[in-house]
């Protein structure tokens, strides 16, 4: 049976049109779902009680199970079992400009990159559209508070599961679902480029964020698998394609590792990758695992790193730190409840 939370709003009016029912309906049982929460069909009391029998027979409206909740200042991290006894999770993050979750868009990764701990533990299965929205709707319930900011950087590579990626954000930006505003959603890539050239004729105005972590195809290679398909010499063209067809500013995102990626001539060369770009680079230190050998670099490094970007006139952050002590690295806490 298909969970009701998978459908968007065109989905649901094809729905009732399809069982001989009233369009408008759709937007009725949205706003059961998205804004009064009912638990139970049973609760939508403007809708007939045949009409609700008929839906609860052809969907469910059933929740993912959260089994761990981690807490830390301005963070909580949330681990979920889906209905076939797997695990994703998510991270809440409270900002200034809001509140900020960061969703998973599949079981495990394919993608392989060598400091990511999702990637560690391979693909099991793409996520479903409902998967991905329960995540909101349940952080929403036990945190008591509205999600102003979603991006899909979690456990998974997005464009691997985009066609469910793409009617997720659908639905989140629906004034009668989550409404949640376009430029308010971001989608991270590590590169797929057949699917970032599609992306660029999204209708809606979501973000785009590139995990690049390196500035030169030798050391790409080395950390991320995915650049022996898609190489600079490949994506970087793709991405201003992009630019070209959407007037978007891009995000790249960028990792630390000490003695990888770190030197002064990665970040000269970095800045000379990106030069007549609109975009912005985000700069993150690396959170650590111990499953992992690799270390984060030292805030002095980072800070020189981050002054010659600065000096090559570019738009540049270092990210804020969430969770050092709640296992918050991306696949941290999936594996340590799979590795029990």
């Known amino acids: 049976m298909k969970n009701i939370y998978g459908l968007t709003l065109s989905d649901m009016e094809e729905y009732f049109v399809s069982i001989g029912s009233k369009k408008f309906h759709a937007k009725q049982l949205f706003d059961w779902l998205y804004i009064k929460r009912i638990s139970e069909f049973s609760e939508a009391s403007n809708l007939s009680k045949d009409l609700l029998n008929k839906v609860s027979e052809d969907f469910s409206c059933s929740k993912l199970k959260i089994v761990d909740i981690q807490k830390d200042e301005d963070v909580r991290k949330y681990l979920f079992e889906l ?12 900002h200034d400009f809001g509140n900020s979750v960061c969703v998973s868009s599949q079981v495990g990764c394919n993608m392989g990159c060598k400091f990511c701990e999702s990637g560690r533990r391979k693909k099991v299965r793409n996520l479903e559209v409902y998967e991905m929205v329960l995540q909101i709707l349940m952080i929403e319930e036990e945190f008591g508070n509205r999600i102003s900011h979603v991006v899909v950087m979690g456990i998974g590579e997005p464009f691997d599961n985009y066609d469910n990626v793409m009617k997720f954000f659908t639905i989140l930006n629906d004034p009668f679902g989550l409404a949640i505003g376009a430029r308010h959603l971001t989608v991270s890539t590590c590169g797929v480029v057949p699917k970032i050239k599609e992306f660029a004729k999204f209708p809606l105005q979501v973000n785009l964020a590139i995990s690049l972590h390196a500035p030169n195809n030798e050391i790409r ?33 960028y990792v630390l590792l000490e003695g990888v990626n770190d030197s002064e001539e990665c970040a000269k060369q970095l800045a000379e990758l990106v030069k007549g770009m609109n975009c912005y680079i985000n700069l993150i230190p690396y959170n650590e695992t111990h ?10 490094q980072i800070m020189r790193f981050y002054d010659i970007l600065k000096k090559n006139k570019l738009t540049v ?11 918050a690295a991306c696949g941290q806490l999936r594996s340590k409840k799979e590795e029990l």
Do not use: C, W
């Open 83 to 94: 209905e076939d006894g797997e695990h994703i999770e998510a991270v809440l993050m409270l």
């Open 221 to 253: 290679d080395k950390i991320m698998p995915i650049n022996h398909a898609y190489p600079l010499e490949v994506l970087m063209p793709a991405l201003k394609e992009y630019y070209q067809k959407t007037n978007r500013r891009l995000t790249f995102e």
């Open 291 to 300: 499953n992992i050998e690799f270390k984060r670099t030292k805030i002095v």
């Open 317 to 327: 952050t270092i990210r804020k730190e969430f969770g050092g002590k709640i296992s």
